[in-house]
């Protein structure tokens, strides 16, 4: 059973840093493209990033773009979000997916690409 796991979630101060993870289960991470999308209260979800497997292209939303990175692991099979500069607008729930293949589609952001999805880490900005 394919699974997808967020983690690192929590609360964070305005201008701080706070780095999420991807893990797997019942397939293999590195392999396979991950997108971040994120969901607010009250919004729709948004994908704001997107790391490729077959030569780690990297993609990012405006809203993101220049204050958060998307990496990966092959060792530990992992992906992770690094936030940074963060501010009251990144409070979200945040969710890694994947769409089974290994590059990521030009409109990644388009939830409906995406058939595997984790639970989601909330994340919180406040002063």
């Known amino acids: 059973q394919v699974q997808l796991a967020e983690s690192g979630g929590g609360l964070v101060q305005p201008g701080g840093s706070l780095r999420l993870s991807c893990d797997a289960s019942g397939f293999t991470l590195r392999y396979y493209a991950i997108a971040w999308f994120r969901q607010a209260p009250g919004k729709a979800r948004e994908g704001i990033s997107c790391i490729s497997s077959s030569d780690g292209s990297t993609y990012y939303s405006d809203s993101v773009k220049g204050r958060f990175t998307v990496s990966r692991d092959n060792a530990k099979d992992a992906v992770y979000l690094e936030m940074n500069s963060m501010n009251f607008e990144d409070t979200a729930a945040y969710y890694c997916?994947?769409?089974?293949?290994?590059?990521?589609?030009?409109?990644?952001?388009?939830?409906?690409?995406?058939?595997?999805w984790g639970q989601g880490t909330q994340v919180s900005v406040s002063s």
């Open positions: 997916a994947t769409t089974g293949g290994p590059n990521c589609f030009p409109r990644f952001e388009t939830e409906s690409l995406y058939e595997y």
